[in-house]
């Protein structure tokens, strides 16, 4: 028996359709394969890549480290070879033993050790770690251009921190592309963030960690030198001012610590409360909102809350932070609160500096009220209670008490330093020297600030604990004569 199957026109192009998607499909299926595979061999060869970029960038601070050791440069050296690490992502054997051995051995680990560092000195290690910087960067420059190439989306974020590392205005080719030292980035990206700039005395400015965190502000005034960046919410007149007085501060507190910040120090000055406690709340940090400023070692910026306060005050405020910012700079080791308020208020505090006719005095005595609260048994706050505390905790529940603590940081840190005699100066000396160059409490890819402050009181303790009450009878009197 035959059967006749009768298709129609449109039956015949349905299944010629179906039979062209079904070829289609399986070509599509097969290309999607190639794509996938193609990728899967760029993210390789792309890991591959930087880790080689990655361990020549550390050994390059590996290398510039020795060189410090060798110049006696103690925190710089200590700088460099948490540096190595930290660059290298961790994948430099040869800079994580060295930093372990350098923690291990402490002071038998420095050939020598400089008090007072030569200016000509501290030249020559700036151009050899802006010359390790540029090298790194011109790598990952070209990293993130072959990423980028291969569509992965590595080049894009590799692109985006050159870019955020660059800090500086925009700038734009004749083409419209963004133009960093290392190169110009593809045009397509460059039209993305020249989109979402953000204009701050007439010019582009990508919109960083920080300004992305206050995107209310749109009046922003700025000043600026090769060492700092002043921004203000209220004047280019009150930012000239901060820059000024902060200019004028850098070379006393680089006389004292031996050493200075490899990147330019930003400072930024709020008009209003409102807007400061914002931007604290946008990084999950309300706990700081009584604070009258912050640093952040790792946004390289200090915060004022100028609301309210007189010119004097927002000036002494800024001085406060950036003598913060400032050793953060040169550190990672985390010092206890005491020695850290203490460090900062020989700069800044009320009464501490004086400011007249563009010429700045720092290393003054504290103003009369305040020292003399420290005078009384109500005031003053016994050794072992006074190490033991914290500034924001004390902020957060008793401003006076507060107000005692930064008094006494002041003073105990003056005395250690200057009233209890050489011996005791020269141990002190030892102490800070010994935390700096074993960077005690440093953690490693974490901000300064979020270190562990204990390893270096710890220390202070071994290398004073058995003289504390004889110490404290000699503070008090100290008091006495200020």
């Known amino acids: 028996m035959r059967i006749t199957v009768k298709i129609s026109a449109w039956m015949m192009v349905g299944l010629i359709g179906l039979v062209g998607l079904a070829a289609f499909v399986g070509s599509a299926a097969r290309a999607q394969d190639r794509f996938d595979s193609r990728k899967v061999k760029s993210l390789a060869d792309s890991n591959k890549k930087k880790r080689k970029v990655l361990i020549e960038s550390g050994h390059r601070h590996l290398k510039l480290g020795i060189w410090c050791r060798d110049q006696g440069l103690v925190s710089q050296a200590s700088m460099e070879f948490i540096r190595a690490v930290e660059v290298s992502e961790h994948r430099h ?17 420095w050939k020598k050790r400089r008090r007072k560092t030569h200016t000509r000195l501290l030249e020559q290690y700036e151009k050899r770690t802006a010359k390790a910087t540029q090298q790194a960067e011109k790598a990952r420059f070209g990293l993130a251009k072959w990423a980028y190439g291969k569509g992965l989306d590595e080049g894009k974020q590799e692109f985006l921190r050159l870019l955020e590392l660059n800090d500086a205005p925009l700038t734009l080719d004749k083409k419209g592309q963004v133009v960093l030292p290392a190169g110009a980035l593809p045009l397509d990206l460059s039209q993305e963030i020249e989109g979402a700039a953000v204009t701050i005395n007439d010019r582009l400015w990508v919109r960083d960690r920080f300004l992305s965190k206050i995107p209310n502000v749109s009046a922003i ?52 409360r409102k807007t400061y406690e914002g931007y604290l709340e946008a990084l999950d940090m309300l706990s700081h909102k009584r604070a009258a400023g912050l640093a952040f070692s790792g946004a390289n910026m200090a915060l004022v809350n100028g609301d309210g306060r007189s010119e004097d005050e927002t000036l002494g405020i800024a001085l406060h932070e950036v003598a913060h910012l400032f050793m953060y700079g040169v550190t990672r080791s985390m010092m206890p609160s005491w020695y850290s308020e203490g460090f900062a208020e020989t700069y800044g505090g009320q009464g501490c500096y004086e400011w007249k006719d563009g010429t700045l005095v720092t290393h003054g005595v504290m103003a009369a009220n305040r020292v003399n609260r420290l005078k009384t048994d109500a005031g003053f706050i016994p050794l072992r209670t006074f190490f033991a505390g914290n500034a924001l905790a004390l902020i957060n529940s008793d401003l006076k008490k507060a107000s005692n603590f930064y008094t006494q940081s002041w003073a105990f840190v003056r005395f250690m330093r200057e009233g209890a005699g050489d011996a005791i100066r020269n141990r002190f000396g030892i102490w800070e ?50």
Do not use: W
Request: aromatic share 8%; proline share 4%.
């Open 433 to 482: 020297d010994t935390c700096r160059g074993k960077a005690l409490g440093a953690v490693f890819d974490q901000p300064t600030e979020n270190g562990d402050a204990k390893p270096s009181q710890q220390l202070f303790e071994e290398m004073f604990g058995a003289e504390i009450d004889e110490l404290e009878v000699a503070f008090r009197e100290y008091l006495g004569t200020l």
């Open 221 to 272: 005034h700025e000043v600026e030198s090769d060492r700092i960046r002043v921004r203000s919410q209220v004047s280019v007149e009150q930012a000239q001012a901060v820059l000024d007085i902060c200019t004028a501060l850098l070379p006393f507190i680089t006389d004292d610590t031996g050493g200075r910040p490899q990147q330019r120090m930003n400072v930024f000055v709020f008009a209003d």
């Open 93 to 109: 054997p040869g800079a994580q033993k060295v930093l372990s051995i350098m923690r291990s051995l402490g002071d038998d680990f």
